[in-house]
């Protein structure tokens, strides 16, 4: 099992950057695919981004092309995601999950393990 803890969250004006980390521990990091996903009030959790074991490989949502980026750094155990140019649609609480699996990496039921999120507020 493997525990997930969210930093990087804040309130940022239009345009701004954060970085979001996730830091696991419990096991290590690199046997999981690791997912972003992000819940704004009143919706479903949507997907964000995911990224490989090894790194080589990441998808993101068409929202969030071109703006945000998933990384990874195995012998730290921890997933990032970089955030730039955000807009008031951005604002969710923001979570971050591993996957034994890596085939449903775009979906919430791919996911065995989430941390508690990190909340992100875009004002306008």
């Known amino acids: 099992q493997v525990q997930l803890d969210e930093s990087g969250g804040g309130l940022v004006q239009t345009g701004g950057s954060l970085r979001l980390s996730c830091a696991a521990s419990g096991r290590t990091i690199s046997i999981y695919a690791m997912g972003w996903f992000r819940q704004a009030a009143g919706k479903e959790r949507e997907f964000v981004a995911a990224i490989t074991r090894s790194g080589a490989s990441a998808w993101y949502a068409d929202s969030v092309k071109g703006r945000f980026t998933i990384s990874r750094d195995n012998a730290k155990g921890t997933v990032f995601l970089q955030m730039i140019d955000l807009k008031p649609e951005d604002t969710a609480v923001y979570f971050c999950?591993?996957?034994?699996?890596?085939?449903?990496?775009?979906?919430?039921?791919?996911?065995?393990?989430w941390g508690q999120g990190t909340q992100v507020t875009v004002s306008s």
């Open positions: 999950a591993a996957a034994r699996a890596s085939s449903k990496l775009t979906t919430t039921s791919g996911y065995d393990y």
